[in-house]
């Protein structure tokens, strides 16, 4: 589980509900806050454009797309490089076709892929060629998934103004009551409360996550595509290692030893 995602979510409702609170009203200043019409406005209409504007296995992966922000996806490009420092070796003492045996006990489907490729014979440019095209379609559904959240984001405040012009209107047809000009502009206010909690407590922090694991992915997979086409050219293991810290930031870079590299 990532726990900074989990903790933002948890502190921004913190902070919430502390803001309703702190007033003279305490706690029975939550029931202020409670409107099932509201609620169904803005909600409900946010969510029903989003289907409107997608297919419904489209709809469904996007939501689900929120438990992978919250698990959080780690990717380790020191692990990678060590990785394909130990295949490099290999390859180099006892040729390429060994590469198969080891690639059986690879977890990474991507690295194995393009291991069995290169033992395969497969012309180095085509071998690029494939590994970077599983890369692009890997983007494109994670893209799929962002812009989920990102037109969510947008259409959350969208439906709370609607939400609210619905509500100006019912309490504008009461001016003759004053008494109820008060509670309805209340009401009216709400679904616009809900539209922004729903965008920036939810929507914009989900989809700058899914952002970050998509570019930390497709850095550890750029990694791994050079790699193996190095590999693949019969590439000095230190000279591989020194090529592949360059994708590192300079305080990575020392965490790959002297000895990672091989003869």
């Not at 009551?177 to 008060?182: F, H, K, L, Y």
Request: with cysteine; glycine share 10%.
């Amino acid at each position: 589980m990532d726990i900074a995602t989990i903790l933002g979510l948890l502190l921004c409702a913190v902070f919430v509900v502390f803001g309703i609170v702190s007033g003279d009203q305490g706690a029975a200043a939550l029931g202020n806050f409670k409107d099932f019409t509201s609620a169904l406005v803005t909600f409900g209409g946010s969510f029903a454009c989003i289907l409107e504007a997608s297919t419904l296995q489209g709809f469904i992966s996007g939501l689900k797309s929120i438990v992978i922000a919250v698990k959080g996806v780690k990717f380790e490009e020191s692990e990678i490089i060590k990785s394909i420092i130990d295949l490099s070796n290999v390859a180099r003492k006892e040729g390429l076709l060994a590469l198969e045996e080891a690639a059986n006990n690879l977890e990474d489907p991507f690295l194995k892929k393009g291991i069995l490729l290169i033992v395969d014979g497969t012309d180095p440019e085509l071998v690029r060629g494939i590994m970077e095209t599983e890369l692009t379609c890997i983007e494109d559904r994670h893209g799929a998934n962002i812009s989920f959240w990102d037109n969510l984001g947008s259409m959350g405040p969208a439906w709370g103004m609607i939400g609210t012009l619905i509500g100006l209107i019912n309490m504008l047809k009461l001016l003759d009551d004053p008494s109820s000009i008060g509670p309805n502009m209340a009401v009216a206010l709400i679904t616009t409360l809900y539209g922004s909690l729903l965008a920036n407590w939810i929507c914009i922090p989900i989809s700058t996550k899914l952002k970050a694991d998509n570019a930390a992915e497709v850095a550890a997979k750029s990694i791994t595509i050079e790699g193996l086409l190095s590999i693949q050219a019969g590439e000095n293991p230190r000279v591989i290692e020194e090529k592949l810290k360059s994708f590192l930031a300079p305080n990575k870079r020392n965490t790959l030893s002297p000895e990672e590299g091989g003869e």
